[in-house]
Structures are given as structure tokens and as C-alpha cells.
């Protein structure tokens, strides 16, 4: 076995004396099968390390273990969320994690575990804003290298690696939802919904999930109706997708001059408006029409509400009320729940 590996099977088997459960990771990828039921112990890491040479990062398992991810890349919204968490009882003594500032990451300790929440995703300023409650089969990316950025994982204020999984913080689901609640409303005041928000069977209250703002109703009715707009917008490649569509996102520049080279990497759904191929870009319905149709958002907004109705005129609809359960569903098991 070589020192790598070696240092990686210690620090495995340190996490596991100190409460957390292990899944090995490619990247943020978990790469054992069933990781999400694996419970593995401090003398069985040396053979998964061995078996998965390539898994050079790190996973904790959540349920128990609560990630609190500030999934916000602009840096003015962050700093408003993460000023929200730190209001919480014991958040003072979370560890945070952060991999691609502003970017961050607190661990807590559930009162009691359950499945993931999250905030809608918003467009602000450009960039996919959201919260999520890391929760039972889920897991996040604790130690080794960011994907993207090339640097290590650093924890402040404590990590998993010198902090039981006992002594963390508690957070209760209580605190967890005002949190999400105090979140969305500020995304909300500021920004595009592009995703509604999680609900699961145990949590079907209901989630502000978009703004008082009349463009907020169009986007909102424009993601439940993709059928009455997005034929139109002349997109290369288009082809229906599960409820909704892909296509080439040829709206924007390619290393490859040949449109027809390119995937269908822009994904139009119920559920949100994500070009896979430009870093996981969000759009909502107004911003896709005006990129695609090179028109300014009022005009791209009111050809819009001419195709789905909505504005200052109608009553205001919750995308999440509008996109059935078993859709959610398979939009959630389509995902890797890794983060």
C-alpha cells in the first residue's frame, strides 16, 4: 500500500472512532455501491481503501450527522446567510468547511435525523443561489480535493477530524426550517426562483417559493408550462426530456465551432432551467427567452406572460404545488445526493 493510501486509510479509521460514517469518493462522486446503507468500521477501511484505490477523497454519511450548505456563490448573499446560521444555538462552536469560497459548509448534530431540505434555487445576479439541510442519505465531501478549484477541503472552527460526531452542535428540525424559511424569503426578495423548494411526506407545509415581484408569477407559470413557450425559442437539438425538454445551449460560445458537435447539455423542467456544460448554470424562464431571443428581460418577460399568462393581472402560482410528487421524485433519485 502506498504513504498515500496509507494516510488516507488513518484518517478513515480516526472518523470512524470518532462517530461518522465513511464513504469514499472520486471527486464529490461516492464511487461503493449501496453507500448510502454502508456502515463500515475502522478495521474494515484498509480493504475498502485497497478495493478503491482511485477514492482519494473523502465523504461523511448524514442522517445523524447534519451538512449546512451556503450552496451561494455570491459573496454578498453568503455572508447574509452564514450570518443567519450563526444566530442558531451552537453555531458558534460548527465547524465549517469550505471548498470553493463563498462557498460553506457547517456541521451539526440532529436532534433528530431526517431526509435532506432545501431552500427554491434562486437567480441573483447571475449566479444559482440556494440552502440545503444535508439529511439521511445524503453525504458531503469532507477531506481531499475540490473538483474544481484544485485545493484541499479546509475546515475552521474545529473539524470532523478532531471533533466527535457526539460534541458537534445540536440542531433540531425546528431550527432547520426557520432557518430554510428566514433563507428563502431573502433569496426571494432579491432573486429569480428557478427550482422550488425540497418537501418530502413528513413535510408538506408550505414553502414560499416565489417573490410578490409580477415576473416572479410568469417565471413561476412559464416552469409549470414548458410546452407553450420553449418550442419557440429556436433552440438547436431540442428534444423532449422527461417533463420538459433539452437541447444545445447554442446560445452561448463553445470551444467547439460546430454547433452540431455539442451535447444537449441545457436542461428546461418543471423542476428548474440548468445548462449542464457551463458549470451547472441556473436560468429562469425570463433570462432563457432573453439569451436565446437577445431581447431585454421586460420584453422577454411580457413575450412570456403573452405565451403563459401571469403579471400584475393573474393570481400568482407555486411551481411547487404545480410539479407533481413522483416528478420530484425522480428529479431527487436522478441526482447522486453528493455535495
Request: charged share 25%; hydrophobic share 35%.
Amino acid at each position: 500500500m502506498s504513504s498515500a493510501l496509507r494516510s488516507i486509510v488513518h484518517l478513515w479509521r480516526g472518523l470512524a472512532g470518532l462517530g461518522y460514517w465513511v464513504v469514499p469518493c472520486t471527486g464529490k462522486a461516492a464511487v461503493v455501491k449501496n453507500w448510502q446503507r454502508s456502515r463500515w468500521s475502522a478495521e474494515q477501511m484498509a480493504g475498502i481503501a485497497r478495493n478503491y484505490p482511485d477514492a482519494t477523497n473523502t465523504g461523511l454519511l448524514c442522517g445523524e450527522l447534519v451538512g449546512l450548505d451556503i450552496d451561494t456563490p455570491h459573496a454578498e448573499t453568503a455572508d447574509a446567510i452564514r450570518a443567519m446560521v450563526m444566530d442558531l444555538p451552537g453555531a458558534n462552536r460548527a465547524p465549517f468547511r469550505v471548498g470553493k469560497a463563498p462557498k460553506i459548509l457547517f456541521a451539526f448534530r440532529a436532534t433528530k435525523p431526517r431526509e435532506k431540505r432545501a431552500t427554491g434555487a434562486y437567480l441573483i445576479n447571475g449566479h444559482k443561489c440556494q440552502v440545503e439541510a444535508l439529511g439521511e442519505r445524503t453525504q458531503f465531501v469532507a477531506f481531499g480535493t475540490h473538483p474544481e478549484t484544485g485545493r484541499s477541503y479546509e475546515w475552521n472552527n474545529g473539524s470532523p477530524a478532531e471533533t466527535t460526531l457526539a460534541d458537534l452542535p445540536e440542531i433540531s428540525p425546528e431550527a432547520i426550517d426557520g432557518l430554510l424559511a428566514r433563507a428563502e424569503e431573502y433569496f426571494a426578495a432579491r432573486g429569480t426562483p428557478i427550482k422550488p423548494a425540497s418537501r418530502s411526506a413528513s413535510n408538506r407545509h408550505t414553502v414560499k417559493g416565489d417573490s410578490d415581484h409580477p415576473w416572479a408569477d410568469i417565471n413561476s407559470r412559464a416552469l409549470a408550462s414548458p410546452d407553450a413557450w420553449v418550442p419557440d425559442l429556436g433552440l438547436d437539438g431540442l428534444r423532449r426530456y422527461q417533463r420538459g425538454f433539452h437541447a444545445v445551449a447554442s446560445f452561448r460560445p463553445s470551444i467547439n465551432s460546430k454547433v452540431k458537435k455539442r451535447g444537449r447539455a441545457l436542461n428546461i423542467q418543471p423542476s428548474g432551467i440548468v445548462d449542464y456544460s457551463d458549470g451547472n448554470q441556473g436560468y429562469s424562464p425570463i433570462d432563457l427567452v432573453a439569451v436565446c431571443l437577445s431581447m431585454p428581460a421586460p420584453e422577454a418577460s411580457e413575450w412570456l406572460r403573452e405565451r403563459v399568462g401571469g403579471g400584475d393581472d393573474t393570481k400568482p402560482v407555486c411551481v411547487a404545488g404545480l410539479v407533481s410528487q413522483p416528478a420530484r421524485r425522480r428529479v431527487a433519485n436522478s441526482k447522486s445526493h453528493t455535495y
